[in-house]
């Protein structure tokens, strides 16, 4: 189990105990949404990317991601079933493992649905990162170094679009609470150790590298296509 997973359970399991000691009948106070919980499939065939091990993709999707879906969920069924009489500090703690737990769960699926190994950055995208980094080189050095200043750590590399700077920036996001508000994810990459111990052990540049062959740009360009 992932340190994050541990601390994220066990105050999970310590706002259940401090509740458990109201035996009356609790009353929902929000409306249940666990129904959207549910993990995507992979979109592409883990065998044929390259240089990655079948077995690392689907260990960090069903255990990793999964485990945030799973964690999310539990989060937000226990948020609903707070008594009214409930401390703020035990809707504090849960609204903030909920973050955590939504946040996993969204920049996963993120990162699961641009790999894949397909097509091209287009030319509208090459010609956004171009006049804000000269070249899309330079880009693609920035957001490899950004990511390997996370290596041996956790947290994510972002390429976003901000609609408030009218800019394409890479972001660095740890422990999946950064973020640049006012932002469309246009690609993610997992820099958390799970996504490449089993394979490359502590080289998270080798890492980096084979990711960047496998982008799958048809979704890439797709997602800059929809708010451009």
Same mark, same amino acid.
């Given at each position: ?122 030319? %509208?995208? $090459? ?5 804000? &980094?000269?070249?899309?080189? +330079? /880009?693609?050095?920035?957001? *490899? ?56 052990? %502590?080289? $998270? ?5 084979? &990711?960047?062959?496998?982008? +799958? /740009?048809?979704?890439?360009? *797709? ?6």
């Amino acid at each position: 189990m992932e340190r994050r997973d541990f601390i994220a359970l066990s105050t999970l399991v310590t706002a259940t105990s401090i509740m458990g000691a109201d035996t009356t009948p609790q009353v929902l106070q929000r409306q249940l949404q666990s129904e959207i919980y549910t993990p995507r499939p992979l979109a592409f065939n883990p065998k044929k990317l390259n240089g990655f091990s079948e077995k690392i993709i689907l260990s960090h999707h069903q255990n990793n991601y999964g485990g945030a879906v799973k964690r999310a969920k539990m989060i937000e069924e226990k948020i609903a079933s707070l008594p009214s009489s409930s401390a703020p500090f035990e809707l504090g703690s849960l609204k903030r493992e909920q973050m955590v737990a939504v946040n996993s769960m969204i920049l996963h699926e993120y990162h699961f649905d641009n790999l894949g190994a397909s097509g091209q950055m287009s030319p %509208a995208l $090459a010609n956004k990162i171009s006049a804000v &980094f000269t070249t899309t080189q +330079n /880009w693609e050095n920035e957001f *490899k170094k950004a990511a390997l200043s996370l290596g041996g750590g956790s947290g994510w590399i972002l390429l976003v679009y901000n609609h408030r700077l009218k800019s394409v920036e890479n972001v660095w996001s740890w422990d999946h609470m950064h973020g640049l508000w006012d932002s469309e994810i246009l690609l993610a990459l997992d820099m958390y150790e799970h996504s490449y111990q089993m394979d490359f052990g %502590a080289n $998270a540049k080798e890492y980096v590298e084979t &990711f960047m062959k496998n982008i +799958n /740009w048809d979704v890439v360009n *797709k997602r800059f296509e929809s708010i451009s």
